[in-house]
C-alpha cells in the first residue's frame, strides 16, 4: 500500500489542486495524507482570520474524512510561510513521520509567494528526509517521485505530463471540495466552477471521463495513467 502525500501552503490548494489525485490514490488501495504548511486563514474577504482559519481546519479534517485521508498541519501564517532551513526540516519532519512514495506540491510559476516558498521547501524537505546523514527524531525516507499539480495560481511555464484518471474518485473528491466556504466562490475566484471543469477538460485531452494532469519533476514524457 503506497502513500501519495499532498503538500500545499493553503487548504483549498491541497483539495482542489492535488486533492483529487489523492482520492484516487485511495481509491486505487493507497493511503492518502494532506499537510498545509497555513490554514490559510487571511482568505477571506469578511471573515476574521482567527475564525476564518478555523473553519479551513474543519473544513479540511471534513474533507479528509470524507476521502478516507489523513491531514497534518504547519502553523505558519498564510502569506507569511517563510523559505528558511526551519521549515525545510519542518517538512523534512513530516515526510520522515508519513513516509509518502510520492509527493505533490505547488508549481513553481506562481505569482503567490506562499506557493513559491512551499515549492522551494518540498524540494529542499525532500532531499534533506532522504539523507541518511542528516539525524532527526525518525530515520530517513527516500520518496520515489514528486509530481506538481495544476492550478490557476502557478500556471506559468506549467506543463502536463502525466494525465491521471480520477473518474472513479470524481464524485467523492467533489464531495470533500465542498467542505470548503470558497469552493463556493465566498472569497471571488470559482473555485467549483473552475476545477471541475478542468477535470473535465483534461479528461478530454487524455481519453478518460474525469482527469487531473500533473507536471513530472524529471521526466517529460506523456503518460495516461490509471494509477500513480
Ligand atoms: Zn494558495
Partial sequence: MSTIMAIAAHPGDGFFTMGAAVAQHIH????????????????HPSISPQVYGGMQREASEKAAKILGAET???TYPDAEVPFNEEANFAVCDQIREFKPQIVV?????????????CHAIVRDA??????????????????????????WEDATSFQADTYLDISAAYEDWVK??????????ETGFRYNDYYRSLAVMRGALSGFQY?????????????HVKSL
Fill in 72 to 74: 497534518a498541519f504547519l
Fill in 105 to 117: 506540491t505547488h508549481w513553481s510559476g506562481s505569482w503567490h509567494k506562499d506557493h513559491q516558498n
Fill in 126 to 151: 525532500i532531499f534533506y528526509a532522504g539523507l541518511p546523514a542528516i539525524a532527526r527524531k525518525l530515520p530517513a525516507h527516500a520518496v520515489q517521485s514528486l509530481f506538481f499539480a495544476d492550478n
Fill in 28 to 43: 486505487n488501495g493507497g493511503r492518502g495524507v494532506f499537510l498545509s504548511l497555513s490554514l490559510g486563514e487571511r482568505g
Fill in 176 to 185: 470533500a471540495c465542498e467542505a470548503f466556504p470558497m469552493w463556493r466562490g
Fill in 211 to 223: 482527469a487531473t494532469a500533473l507536471m513530472s519533476s524529471a521526466e517529460e514524457r506523456v503518460r
